[in-house]
């Protein structure tokens, strides 16, 4: 894992570099000029959105953790979520925060198999929550056309859109499906097998079929338990809401801002949807490079030239960097001792 970690690491500097020097390259120092005119007040309210942001997703997860271990503290699934930000920051499609997750989870006592299924519920949570972000964000788009001068990214939108619902669709398929999900695994990992693919099918049948019914128990235990999904689904929009809101107060924070079409509250929430579905496509830790384009692109039509450059590299500091710092430092600290 150290090691994967150090290559991911890596990466993401050598990307980093290269995004910052596009971003820079053109306007240095006025772009360093606007960083230091900012109006810090407008910042803090930013960093507080962002804290905001780890406080709702942790009761997300705090509350489906409560099920299994009565006794879990709010102040450990803080610690937990933000530890998770680095794990999610440093690995491609913010893969690698699950089982890291589930390992912690140990660590306080709770089997992996119920970890696991911990892990399930909280993803369900936020997936819901991001659809219906998704939702809002077309419906929005389609009634103001906030964004109609750039067809190429609506299109792109629209596919990330589906593609988070095709992820609803499949975990409701995976979670209530039961006999017919056991069969197309069967008969899936027989080709894969016989395709050299798949060394040994019985024991690769064996671990995928112990998932499925994991999650299917997962799905019973939300479907009898309609108010913890209500209030996990709730808890993730609130978390996005905060995450979305950003870079309006950023924007605040640029004293000589001005433009013909204001960021508001609505365009600021519809255009960091958009851009972070963009990131989804990238398979780069932190979505690095197709963040940026996303961000300038679509809050280039309120803000231009060094003043979104300055906007974009604060916002980008505080709503992924800043994350995997503390995160980081909480994870080299823990070790099962900070509780």
């Given at each position: 894992m150290i090691k994967n970690i150090k290559k991911n690491s890596f990466i993401l500097l050598g990307v980093t570099l290269v995004v910052l020097y596009f971003v820079l390259k053109d306007d240095f120092s006025n772009i360093v000029q606007q960083l230091f005119k900012m109006n810090p007040f407008w910042i803090l309210i930013a960093l507080l959105c962002y804290v905001l942001f780890i406080i709702f997703k942790s009761l997300a997860f705090h509350i489906t953790v409560k099920q299994e271990k009565q006794d879990a503290s709010f102040k450990r699934s803080?610690?937990?979520n933000t530890i998770v930000q680095f794990f999610n920051?440093?690995?491609p499609f913010s893969t690698g925060g699950?089982?890291?997750e589930v390992y912690m989870l140990k660590q306080q006592g709770i089997r992996y198999s119920k970890g696991i299924n911990i892990i399930l519920q909280v993803f369900i949570f936020y997936q819901s929550a991001l659809v219906l972000y998704g939702l809002l964000a077309v419906g929005l788009n389609y009634?103001?056309?906030?964004f109609e001068k750039v067809p190429l990214?609506?299109?792109l939108i629209l596919l990330g859109f589906l593609i988070n619902v095709l992820v609803i669709v499949a975990l409701l398929l995976i979670a209530f499906a039961k006999k017919l999900n056991h069969f197309f695994l069967k008969k899936g990992i027989r080709i894969l097998h016989k395709m050299k693919l798949v060394k040994d099918e019985e024991t690769t049948q064996t671990k995928w079929q112990e998932r499925i019914d994991s999650f299917h128990e997962c799905a019973m235990h939300l479907r009898k338990n309609k108010w913890l999904l209500f209030k996990g689904v709730l808890y993730q929009f609130i978390s996005l809401s905060f995450f979305y809101i950003i870079p309006l107060f950023l924007t605040f924070a640029i004293k000589d801002y001005s433009?013909?079409?204001p960021l508001t509250p609505?365009?600021?929430?519809?255009s960091s949807a958009y851009v972070m579905i963009i990131g989804s496509f990238v398979p780069i830790p932190g979505a690095s490079g197709g963040i940026e384009y996303g961000f300038l692109t679509f809050f280039g039509n309120f803000i231009t030239g060094s003043a979104l450059?300055?906007?974009l590299l604060i916002w980008r500091f505080i709503t992924y960097y800043l994350g995997m710092i503390i995160g980081a430092i909480l994870f080299s600290l823990d070790r099962g001792e900070v509780k």
């Open positions: 803080v610690i937990h920051g440093i690995t699950q089982p890291m009634y103001f056309n906030i990214l609506r299109r433009s013909a079409m609505m365009t600021a929430i519809v450059s300055a906007v």
